[in-house]
Each structure stands twice: as C-alpha cells, then as structure tokens.
C-alpha cells in the first residue's frame, strides 16, 4: 500500500505504548469490579484480575485508527484497504466484547466449570460458537480475503461465495474458540500468540503483502506490552477477552494476507488441542496438579487430553516449563510452514 515501513513502525509503537498504559489500568479496575479468576497453579490458589485481553484489543484498534488517521490525512487513502482495516476492527472489537461477557460471570462461590470447581462460569459451551459468528458479520459484508486458495497438490481452488458465506465464518469460530482451549498457564497464551504473529509477519513481509505486515505488527506489538504483566506470578489473567480477540485477529491476517494454507499449518498446535478436548465432549481442564516439589502432574494420568497433559507425562515439569515446551511446539510449527512455502509445497 505504500513502501515506508514508518506507516507500519509508527502504530506498532502506539498499540505497544496503549496496550502497557491500558493494562496497568484494567489490572486495577478489574479487580476492582470482581472481574478476576483464581490462578490455581501456585502453592494456594490465587485470585488475580481476569480480562486483560481487552488491553490487548484496546491496542491493536488504537493502532488500527493511528494508521487510518496517517493514510487519510497524511498520505492519498486506499479506500478499498481503509475499509478492510476498518472492518478488522470492528471484528475485533466485537469478539472480544463477547470475550469479556464470558470473563465477567464470576459467581461469589466456585461452581462446576468443565470438571472442576471454579468462581467463573462463563457462557455455556453451545453458545460460544454461536456468539462469536457476531465477529465474522464485518468482514463478510466487505467481502474480505480473496476467493481462490492456493491448495497443496490442487493448486488454485476458487470458493466463489462459498468463501466469504462458509469458509470465512466458520474460520472465526473454529479459531476464536479453538485458542481459548490451550491455556491457564502464566505467560502460555500470549507467547503463543506472540510467535504465531511473528510467523504471519515473516510470511506478509516475504511475500509482499503490505496488509498482513501492518497486522501482525499490530498484534505483535499490543500482546508483546502485555506478556510481562501475565509471565509466571502473573498479575492479570488475559481471559476470553484475549483468546477471542487475539483469534480473530489472527484469521484477519490470514484471510487479508492471503494466508489461508500457512495459517492452518501454524495453527496446527491448537487444532491438535480441539482434537484431544473432543475426545471428552471438551470438558476437559489443562491444568495440573501441584506436587510438593512445586511440578505439576497431569490430572488425568497416563490418558492425554490436551498438549500439555503429554508434556507432564513425558517429564516433571513447572508451570513456567509447560510454557516454555508448548511455545517451542509453536515455534515449530512456525518453522516448518515458512520452510513448506519457500520450498513451494504450500
């Protein structure tokens, strides 16, 4: 859209700067409200604020408005491609509206929350999926994405309408929902998110693709300002605020980057996860069970419901090592599809 990478450099700064500032904010208002959730991974459970993810969101509109303001004002607008960006937002303002509807059902005493006791209820599991189809209505009414996908071994695939009315939606949903479910370890979410954007910001920059490059900055940016405030003693939760938000975001790269099949291989971590949840009808908790040693081992024993039940049964591990193992699972995969598209097999 235009060659000066300070129309990219200048909103990734800001949503960072945002984000931080937003952050410090929301941790005390939040818990303020009773917004909060109980980190359950420590030596006693500990109730900290929940929905920082709307920081997040915060951050990644902010930037989103910065760059419409300079290429109005500044520059000759792209009319075509404000509308898109402006479309990414407002998807991603709406999801995590829906996000911070599911924080913010805190009961005053622990209810039954998947197969354990928590003081979050949150939506019920069928209303999810449904809630957020909300986030795709901007982004089908603008026609986002190109209509032909580039598939391995069919070459170019044209979906016509079956794009925007099937495909698109139905991305929202699977992704949005499918992020929320590997998580509840401090730092987890965000590195995750982290190195998936910076797999997408590889790929937009290879490849050209001036819309994907601003967005995955964009998130980079805002969940970089807020992973410190979530690593391990973490002092906000980023809740479904951030999995939804981040979700959606994410599809916005792929589908505005063109980078549908890439996107799947990077998201493969998460599809595995939505795997093994099925497996018992997704009421299923990630989280371990503290040893005196301060290791977690899995709650289920040797039957493996989520990634993170495969590692506490390969080795003793700590909550902050979990992390550490899924991210470089990520990471992997991250690799493995940039090395797939130079190789021209995706």
Do not use: C
Request: no cysteine; proline share 4%; glycine share 10%.
């Amino acid at each position: 859209m235009y060659s000066s990478f300070l129309t990219i450099i200048i909103p990734s700064v800001l949503a960072f700067i945002i984000t931080v500032i937003s952050t410090r904010f929301l941790m005390s208002y939040l818990y303020g409200a009773g917004v909060v959730a109980e980190d359950r991974n420590k030596d006693k459970p500990v109730t900290v604020a929940s929905s920082g993810g709307l920081a997040v969101a915060f951050g990644i509109i902010v930037g989103i408005l910065v760059y419409t303001f300079g290429a109005t004002f500044i520059f000759v607008p792209v009319r075509d491609a404000l509308t898109r960006l402006l479309a990414a937002a407002l998807s991603i303002t709406l999801i995590a509206f829906i996000g911070f509807l599911d924080d913010i059902n805190v009961k005053g005493k622990r209810v039954k929350s998947t197969d354990r006791m928590d003081i979050r209820e949150g939506l019920k599991q069928w209303q999810k999926p449904v809630l957020t189809l909300v986030g795709a209505l901007p982004l089908i009414a603008i026609n986002a994405g190109v209509s032909s996908i580039l598939l391995p071994f069919l070459g170019s695939v044209n979906l016509g309408l079956l794009y925007p009315l099937v495909v698109l939606p139905l991305a929202i949903i699977f992704v949005s929902n499918s992020f929320n479910l590997l998580g509840g370890f401090d730092g987890l979410q965000p590195m995750m998110a982290i190195i998936a954007g910076l797999g997408l910001l590889a790929y937009s920059l290879m490849y050209g693709n001036y819309m994907g490059t601003l967005l995955s900055a964009l998130l980079v940016g805002s969940v970089l300002a807020f992973l410190p405030f979530n690593m391990y003693r973490a002092k906000v939760i980023p809740g479904d605020s951030f999995t939804y938000a981040v979700g959606a975001a994410l599809v916005g790269i792929m589908v505005m980057g063109n980078a549908e099949v890439f996107g799947v291989i990077i998201f493969m971590p998460w599809i595995i996860e939505f795997v093994l949840h099925l497996r018992r009808k997704f009421k299923v908790s990630d989280l371990g069970i503290r040893q005196r040693d301060g290791t977690l081992a899995a709650p289920y024993g040797k039957r493996i419901y989520s990634l993170a039940h495969l590692i506490m049964n390969l080795k003793k591990v700590r909550e902050e090592e979990v992390t550490l193992y899924l991210s470089a699972i990520e990471a992997g995969f991250v690799i493995l599809a940039l090395l797939l598209k130079v190789a021209g097999l995706i």
